[in-house]
């Protein structure tokens, strides 16, 4: 009987899981039991009580209750193995992503501009044509989001910032703020396995890996490409969004029409703008 693994992730949990279970000695020896945590998932007391290894990007604050990665670890058995890996984000490439609730892949400026009275012609054009930095302070934005990212390292024995830093420039890391791609997952994945004292990923299983979140790319200002000085991401840059294939700029002519509609679901309207422009 395989020992039970419980995986307490995001949406990066998933793929967590595919590129575990591409390791022959892992998959040999676990079972593995996947919860989402920003949905609040309920972990069954009684799989905690059984769990021989637990997997989790760590929760702290009182808001989580009982699903505080420390209060499962109390939870665990003797002998029972903890190991935390991160919960990856990265602003660089999307400077001026909103928290908003109500829509998806929401950007300060674009609502700045969306709620005056503008056509849409104009708010295109000024969110083109006005030069980012007179209003934003961007490597500030980046460097906060650096930071983040080191306060989660030190919690975890993943090291990724610096491969980050050293990489985002020459091709593209993530497909959206915390929608990692391969090769960042795989670091996770790679540091879990040799935590376990279980050999790295073979390369040639990772070469027919499937690419995650592949749905969508999230397309980059083209101002934003040229401050950081990236390979990629032009103006003529095409980028996968949900079955369209959308330079930067008619992406967010798509986005203006969704917000101009009062259509707050963007992920669906892509989708149907996609289908539209097949038939």
């Known amino acids: 009987m395989k020992k039970i693994c419980i995986l307490h992730a995001n949406c990066q949990g998933e793929p967590m899981e595919e590129l575990l279970l591409l390791s ?3 998959s040999a020896e676990y079972e593995i ?3 989402t945590n920003y949905t609040r998932e309920s972990v069954p007391a009684k799989l905690i009580a059984e769990c021989d290894l ?3 990007q760590p929760l702290i604050g009182k808001s989580w209750r009982e699903l505080v990665s420390e209060t499962i670890i109390s939870k665990l058995k003797d002998g029972a193995r903890s190991v935390a890996f991160p919960s990856m984000l990265f602003l660089h490439y999307w400077p001026l992503w909103s ?3 109500g829509f998806d892949y929401r950007d300060t400026f674009l609502d700045s501009l969306l709620e005056k009275e503008l056509s849409e012609s104009q708010v295109l054009h000024l969110f083109m044509k006005t030069r ?3 209003i934003y302070d961007l490597k500030e934005i980046m460097d906060k989001s650096i930071n983040s990212e080191r306060t989660k390292e030190a919690r975890t024995p993943v090291k990724y910032v610096d491969w980050i830093l050293e990489n985002y420039r020459h091709k593209p890391l993530f497909n959206t703020i915390n929608h990692p791609r ?3 997952l795989t670091i996770s994945a790679n540091t879990i396995l040799e935590e376990l004292g279980m050999n790295r990923l073979n390369e040639d299983a990772l070469q027919k890996f499937p690419p ?3 749905d969508f790319e ?4 083209p101002q934003v490409a040229e401050f950081l000085g990236l390979e990629f991401g032009g103006p003529q840059h095409r980028y996968h969004v949900y079955g369209a294939e959308l330079n930067f700029e008619e992406y967010v002519m798509r986005y203006i029409k969704c917000r101009r509609n009062n259509i707050d679901d963007f992920i669906t309207f892509l989708m149907a703008a996609a289908r539209m422009e097949k038939n």
């Open 99 to 101: 928290k908003a609730s």
């Open 182 to 184: 391969t090769e960042l």
């Open 54 to 56: 637990f997997l989790y």
């Open 24 to 26: 022959e000695e892992f």
């Open 212 to 214: 995650p979140f592949a």
């Open 218 to 221: 999230q397309p980059i200002h």
């Open 33 to 35: 039991h996947r919860f």
């Open 132 to 134: 980012l930095t007179n």
